[in-house]
């Protein structure tokens, strides 16, 4: 059985960073995921993917929202990805999702989830 168990604070002040981190047991990811993506969903808002990042080649995709300021990672070995944010604004306060796609970066299926981190970012 596939688990995905987030992990990180949930509170910054703005222009401060914040490391989350998701870790999957039960299976490799290899095995049951080609992307791995972080998705995040405010109140009032649809939920929106974020991040992403192949497992086997390691390519990424970044909303407009975070490029350049939002970086995942993946450790393989370890069976965990990542997300660095840094220089967070109050409009990135959401839950925060991590998700396996069978598909690949950009796809919108997913279809293992973590629990959801709240992530609140005060001005």
């Known amino acids: 059985q596939v688990q995905l168990v987030e992990s990180g604070v949930g509170l910054v002040q703005s222009g401060g960073s914040l490391g989350l981190s998701c870790a999957a047991s039960?299976?490799?990811?290899?095995?049951?995921?080609?992307?791995m993506g972080w998705l995040r969903q405010s109140p009032g808002k649809e939920r929106e993917l974020i991040a992403a990042?192949?497992?086997?080649?390691?390519?990424?995709y970044y909303a407009d929202s975070v490029k350049g300021r939002f970086t995942i990672s993946r450790d393989s070995a370890k069976n965990t990805v990542y997300l660095q944010m840094n220089s967070l604004k109050p409009e990135d306060t959401a839950v925060y999702y991590c998700?396996?796609?069978?598909?690949?970066?950009?796809?919108?299926?997913?279809?293992?989830w973590g629990q959801g981190t709240q992530v609140t970012v005060s001005s």
């Open positions: 039960g299976r490799t990811v290899s095995s049951f995921a080609n992307a």
């Open positions: 998700a396996a796609s069978p598909v690949g970066i950009k796809a919108k299926t997913y279809n293992y």
């Open positions: 990042i192949s497992w086997s080649g390691g390519n990424t």
